[in-house]
Every structure is written in structure tokens, then in C-alpha cells.
């Protein structure tokens, strides 16, 4: 498996693997890591679409991209969605290929294109304060120097200096009280205890985003929920070619053979419908696990109850430790499942709301017309006095194919779930869903005597996961396994928890690049896996961002000492008439 850039081997079909016909696949999950790794299968490794078996312990595909009609509770769900940009580049190599099911004779990414072109997205407001009120310095990121300094220096890091070390270990007060921390948390879900390794990733990989964090107008959302915009098309896809799905399915255990430097998957044990079964493998037998979930566990609550906070640690857990207990290059699932930290984001809720008694409430805030089909807060509004610093996203309407006109749907979630609330003086676990609602309408503004009314009007479902953030828990080098391990001949790791250099995890790009890395080096296909986007690499995507992380001030204007000051006008007059003073004039920076 290698890398590459440009379009030279973008297009290129590769050349079918050697012994394919001869070779087996068993993919323990159906997330988007499963479901792409049994796309580039078929696609790329031109196996046979009946020789791919997906294993799922739930009875419906898709992972953490959800989003369901629960006629249990008689309402739509949704867990979480996720930001997509247009340098995700295995997740647009993997969707150029899935029909559409809107469009005949298109693409899911020409929809996705599109879409996108014609209704883009832009956050009119980002952060909201006193009730409905626009944070007066909204779009200001307010760093100091001294902060300024503390991102560079976190970024020229190496990673092996940063192993268990947490974000408010490496970034001081002044940091944490700048806009761009808030942009940067509520959009990314990160917390101060999270990992200063993932950080320096985010800040490297999104260096481009830096200009739109106000706005969020470099993020690209589907039409309608991501479980039937993306997941339902991709399993139409594998279906179509013969895959086989097997539900209500847990894999137990993994027994791997590590003998003469080696290490072969020789059987899968496996609980199919409550029947326990084995399948024995060789080596032509290529099996592709999803170790680790951050929706595995979840619970839910109704209006009248909140989502219970018992639960089992999870079969996906489980596997992973069964792996890790035979190999230690099959990584350390404790750091991840173990001891998060109660101050997280493990709550969020969906709001169904029946009538359209919030929608001026809503205009008044994001100022768009949420029945208008455009998207309306473009990823999340943050509610800065918030106690839970709750966010909210309302994704166009209508956000499920089946719901009705007068429906319309919010989705919720708190930074800081262990605090009550300044409504509702509960903490995030300890409400129903009613009180979920009402905590969000009073910062939205609604006047107080007409909160109890319309929150029991509308339905809200609360969502407890317990492993929601465990992404982001403060890790070593090697915590995570290889996407291949070393000398592994046909088991592979896939999804958030493997590990696959410089990209961020909880991303679809993600899930998919490690898919695309675990099918090409196990059939190793001679394609390039297209590398992570080298925006920190790019000196304009840095001077980009050196003006906007500076609140668009030149060089000249910025508040530092007499003696950088002096070096800054050096600099520039060495550069004078040079390239290098047409790009600073270029990204302003003079």
C-alpha cells in the first residue's frame, strides 16, 4: 500500500489481485468503515460480492450514522452527524462510486456536489448569549500572543512528546478564553481533558478552516440524514453485488496464530441469532474488524423519562479486548473505555416539534426560515452562558424522507453533561426529555410562562453514550493498533480506533481512509491510497491562517514585543519585490 496526490492515479482501475477468486472477507460491523471496506473489495479488489460477509450486532446497518423512525417511540432519532469539507479525499474516491438513489445516472458525490453548490453552507450566527442574543464578538477569535505562540508550539511538537498528555497541559488560561477555543471545542467535540496528540492533529489537518470557523462555511452537509443519504445507498450498492449481511450477529472472539514471526486469523467464534457458531479461516480468508464503538451502549428516554445510564461495556468493546489480551500490537482498549472523565459530551437529544411555534424563534437567532429546504445552522450554534454549553444543529428540513411538513427537527447536545442546567436545575443524564426541551427553549429565548407548553407539545428523546468522546481520551503511540499490524497476513483493524498517520479521527474520512489502507494492503493493490490533504504544509493555507488567527490584523499591527516588532520589519524588507511579499499581500498580511 502507498500513498499518492494529484489525480495521476485517481483514475486509474486497478489491476485485479492476484488469487482474488480464491479469497474471503468477514467484516466484523456495518459502520462506514465496514460498508467502504466491502466497496474497495469489490471495486478495487474485484472480489466476489458473495464472498464478503458483514457481521452486525444490531438488526439495521450503519454504525454510528444513524438516523431512524423508532416506532418504539413513536419519533425520529438521530445520535449525532458529521461535518463533511471537500478534503475528504477517500470519502469522495469511495462515493464518486455509489449510485445515487435520488438521481438515476449520478453519483452519491455528484448529488452531494451539487447540493452543496447551490445550497452552501453558512452559519449567519455561531454563538448566542443571553437568551437569543448574537455573542457580540462573534467572529472575532481573540487569541493574545501568548496563545497564538501556544498553538504554534503545540503544532512544531512531535508526537512522541505528546503521548497521554491533555490539551489544558499544553495551553494556558488566556487559550481557553479566546473564541477560537469555543469554535474550535463545540465544533469538534473536544474537551480540555481530551488529547493534546489529537489536537495538534486537528490544528495540522484543519489549518484551512481556520478563516471559517465563524461562519462554517468550508463544511458540506447531505440532504437528508447521513443513515439514508450515505449508509442506505452504499448497502442498495453491496446488496446489488451479492454481499452477504448477517444481523443480530456478535463476534465474540478472534483466535489469531502468531507463530514464525507471523499472525494469521485462523477463527472467527461468533453468536448468530443466539446460536453460537465457528468459521475456520486460512490465510486467503481476510478479516476486517471495527474494534471499538463510540454509539455502542447507548440508551434512550422519552419525554417522560430520562435515558438510563446502566449499561454493559458492549460486544465491540469486548472483541477488541479479546484481540488485545493475545497481542499487544493489537493495541490497549482500557485507555479508551475506562475511566472517561464525567465532565464530557455523552448526552444529546432529538426534538420533534409538531407545530411551528418555534420557528420565529428560531428566525430571530440563525435568521433563516427552517421550512425554506437550505440548510439552517450549518453545523452547530453554541450557547456560550450555557452551564451544559449546549449546542444545537437544524440540518434542512425535511431532515427524513418521511416526515411530515409540519414536522420539524432539532438535534441537541451539552459539552458539559455532570452540570445542571440554568433552566432546568438538573444535570444533561438526570432529564427526560421534556426537560431536555425546555432547558434549550428558555436560551432560546422563548418567553418563560410558554416553555412548560410547547416542550410538552413537542418530543424530545434523549440519547445517553457512555463512549461518546472515547476517541478523544488522552493516548500513547501504539494505543491504538495498526490498520495492518506488523506481519499480520489477513486480519486487519478499521475505524476511529485503528491508527493510520496525521488524519483526525472522528471523521468520515476517516473511517473510510482506513478501509481503503486495510483492503489495499491486505489484496495489496497497486493504487494509491490518496494521502491526508498537506494544508499545513501549504505556506498560503498558512498565511491564511496566520491572518485570521490573529483577527485579520497585518504583521505591523500585531501586539508584540520592540524587538519582534523590529525582526518583522527586517523580514519584510528582505522580501521586498519578491514572490514571498506577493503572497503576504495576497493573505494580507501586509
Known amino acids: ?39 474497495f473489495l469489490i471495486r478495487d479488489g474485484q472480489m466476489k460480492g458473495n464472498r464478503i460477509h458483514i457481521f452486525e450486532e444490531l438488526s439495521l446497518p450503519g454504525g454510528s450514522m444513524d438516523g431512524i423512525y423508532s416506532k418504539e417511540k413513536e419519533s425520529y432519532i438521530i445520535r449525532g452527524g458529521r ?32 447540493l452543496n453548490r447551490k445550497d452552501p453552507s453558512y452559519a449567519k450566527t455561531r454563538v448566542i448569549i443571553n437568551r437569543g442574543e448574537a455573542l457580540p464578538t462573534d467572529g472575532q477569535l481573540l487569541l493574545t500572543p501568548k496563545a497564538v505562540k501556544e498553538i504554534v508550539d ?39 481533558w481530551a488529547s493534546a496528540m489529537e489536537m495538534r492533529r486537528y490544528l495540522m489537518r484543519f489549518v484551512q478552516h481556520v478563516a471559517t470557523l465563524k461562519n462554517l462555511s468550508s463544511l458540506r452537509f ?6 439514508e443519504s450515505l449508509i442506505l445507498p452504499m448497502v442498495k450498492y453491496l446488496k446489488s453485488h451479492g454481499v452477504q449481511f ?16 507471523e499472525k494469521v486469523a485462523k477463527q472467527i467464534i461468533l453468536t448468530e441469532k443466539g446460536e453460537r457458531k465457528t468459521i475456520d479461516l486460512t490465510e486467503n480468508d481476510l478479516v476486517f474488524v471495527t474494534n471499538g464503538s463510540i454509539t455502542e451502549s447507548t440508551t434512550y428516554g422519552d419525554n417522560f423519562h430520562p435515558a438510563s445510564e446502566e449499561h454493559e461495556l458492549g460486544a465491540s468493546w469486548q472483541l477488541w479486548k479479546n484481540l488485545a489480551a493475545q497481542d499487544s500490537d493489537f493495541g490497549h482498549p482500557d485507555v479508551f473505555c475506562k475511566d472517561i472523565p464525567k465532565a464530557n459530551w455523552r448526552m444529546s437529544a432529538t426534538i420533534t416539534f409538531k407545530n411551528d411555534d418555534i420557528v420565529p424563534f428560531i ?98 428523546i434523549p440519547a445517553h453514550m457512555p463512549y461518546i468522546t472515547s476517541y478523544f481520551m488522552p493516548r500513547a503511540l501504539g494505543d491504538r493498533p495498526k490498520v495492518v499490524p506488523d506481519h499480520s497476513k489477513n486480519l486487519a483493524f478499521i475505524g476511529n480506533f485503528a491508527e493510520t498517520p496525521r488524519d483526525t479521527v472522528f471523521t468520515t474520512e476517516y473511517s473510510v481512509r482506513t478501509a481503503m489502507e486495510a483492503v489495499y494492503t491486505l489484496l495489496d493493490i497497486d493504487r494509491g491510497v490518496p494521502e491526508v490533504f498537506a494544508s499545513a504544509f501549504d505556506v498560503r493555507m498558512l498565511m491564511n491562517a496566520l491572518y485570521y488567527l490573529n483577527d485579520q490584523k497585518k504583521l505591523e499591527d500585531l501586539d508584540l514585543p520592540m524587538g519582534e516588532k523590529l525582526a518583522i520589519k527586517g523580514m519584510l524588507k528582505k522580501v521586498k519585490g519578491t514572490y514571498i511579499e506577493e503572497l503576504m499581500k495576497e493573505y494580507k498580511l501586509i
Open 363 to 460: 428566525e430571530a437567532v440563525n435568521k433563516k426560515d427552517p421550512h425554506s429546504g437550505s440548510i439552517v445552522t450549518s453545523g452547530p450554534t453554541t450557547i456560550k452562558d450555557s452551564n451544559w454549553l449546549l449546542g444545537y444543529s437544524i440540518s434542512r428540513q425535511p431532515h427524513f424522507k418521511a416526515q411530515k411538513p409540519n414536522e420539524l427537527i432539532v438535534w441537541l447536545y451539552g459539552l458539559f453533561s455532570d452540570t445542571k442546567g440554568n433552566y432546568v436545575e438538573k444535570t444533561m443524564p438526570d432529564c427526560n426529555g421534556i426537560e431536555l426541551c425546555e432547558e434549550w427553549l428558555y436560551h432560546m429565548g422563548v418567553p418563560e410562562e410558554r416553555i412548560p407548553e410547547m416542550a410538552a407539545a413537542a418530543t424530545t
Open 83 to 114: 461535518e463533511m469539507e471537500p478534503h475528504f479525499e477517500c470519502l469522495w474516491d469511495l462515493f464518486r462510486s455509489i449510485p445515487s438513489t435520488e438521481h438515476e445516472g449520478e453519483s452519491i458525490l455528484d448529488e452531494f456536489y451539487r
Open 1 to 39: 500500500m502507498h500513498y499518492s496526490n494529484g489525480n495521476y492515479e485517481a483514475f486509474v482501475k486497478a489491476e485485479k489481485p492476484k488469487d482474488v477468486d480464491q479469497k474471503s472477507a468477514y467484516i466484523v460491523g456495518s459502520g462506514l468503515a465496514a460498508l467502504a471496506s466491502a466497496v
Open 246 to 261: 448477517h444481523y443480530d450477529t456478535v463476534v465474540d472472539n478472534i483466535f489469531v496464530n502468531r507463530s514464525n514471526g
Open 222 to 227: 447531505t440532504k437528508y440524514n447521513q443513515y
Open 154 to 192: 503545540l503544532c512544531l511538537t512531535p508526537e512522541k512528546d505528546l503521548q497521554n498528555k491533555k490539551i489544558n497541559e499544553v495551553f494556558t488560561k488566556e487559550f481557553f478564553q479566546s473564541n477560537f477555543w469555543l469554535y474550535w471545542s463545540t465544533m469538534f467535540a473536544f474537551e480540555p
